[in-house]
Each structure stands twice: as structure tokens, then as C-alpha cells.
């Protein structure tokens, strides 16, 4: 089985869980290719893989452009095979159903503009990354977490993401079985 993970990150968190999702299914000793969507919304062609996943990172209600491109170009390609959205946000790593309602909005907006509907789709929850930000971002996001329950400090970065279940989620969506996962990754 062949995997594809194409991404779209702001601040580079969305990378990172690429790169540790892949880690799990190499692990399982299934070859998988992680890329940023890039240029050029041809490449790589997903059509030789099994499965492909797409994820990318919300901004202000809306995901990269260039993963948007990538989806909407290869759109009949990833309906007709094993395809798997990881949408990141901070929304998603709070209980608000008003945060959860966008989340459902922002989705339903992603597939109609990309024509592309997953398979499934998994809400991680991001990162807040104060020393990659200007100061005006530093403050709007530390606003942004207190209104979410979210004490946080400037000087530091905050992860968010439940790791288990993006492991499980990505083993569960190619089939590979999660407990000899956590045994080997324990």
C-alpha cells in the first residue's frame, strides 16, 4: 500500500503532524510520501497511490490556497480513491459548539469550492505559536485563547493536538491495526 500526504501550513504545525502521522504508518512498514502543496497544483499526481491524505490549517475561516488548488485540480481523482482530510484548527481543541458549528462551515465551504468530498475527515487541534508571531498577532491570539478558556503566556508555545487520535485516526483510515502502535511506539 502506497500513502500521500499533501499539506498546506501556515506556521509549519500542520507539517509537523504530517510528519508524525507518517512516522506511524511507517512504522507499520507502509511507505508514505508527505509534501507541501506547493506551485504547482499538478504535482505529485495522487492517482499511483492507495490512500491520500490532504491537510491543512485554518486561518481566519479559510485553508491554504495552495492545498485548495491541489484539491480542486486532482478533485476527481481523490472522490474515486481512498482520501482522508486532517483539518487543523484551534477551534478544535475546545467544547464550544458554536466553534464546532464554523468548523462544519468551514468544511462544507472547503468541499464545495475544491469539488472534492473525503472519505473522513479529522479536526486536530493546533498549535499556538507565540514566537512566531508580530506583535499584533501575539496579542489578537492571546485574546483569542482567553475567550476560549485558554490561559496562556507570551513567552512560550502552546501545542494542542491529541496525538492518540490523529495516530488512530490515520491507522484506522488505512486499515493498520492501532494497538500494535501504541505498544511499539510506548
Known sequence: MRILM???????????LCNFAAS??????LPTTVEEAGHDPHHPDPSPYDVVFLAASLHVGRYQPRLMEYART???????????FISVSLSAAGENPHDWEGLEQ???????ETLWTPSAVHHAAGA????????????????????????TVL??????????????FVLDFVGAPAAAADAKAG
Open 74 to 84: 486532482h478533485h476527481a481523482t481523490l472522490n474515486k480513491i481512498r482520501s482522508a
Open 128 to 151: 499556538i505559536r507565540y514566537s512566531q508571531y508580530d506583535f499584533f498577532k501575539r496579542l489578537a491570539m492571546k485574546h483569542i485563547a482567553a475567550k476560549r478558556g485558554q490561559r
Open 155 to 168: 513567552s512560550r508555545d502552546y501545542d494542542l493536538t491529541d496525538y492518540d487520535a490523529l495516530s488512530r
Open 24 to 29: 506511524r504508518l511507517r512504522e507499520r512498514d
Open 106 to 112: 468551514c468544511l462544507a465551504r472547503f468541499e464545495h
Open 6 to 16: 499533501i499539506y498546506g501550513t501556515t506556521e509549519g504545525h500542520t507539517r509537523e
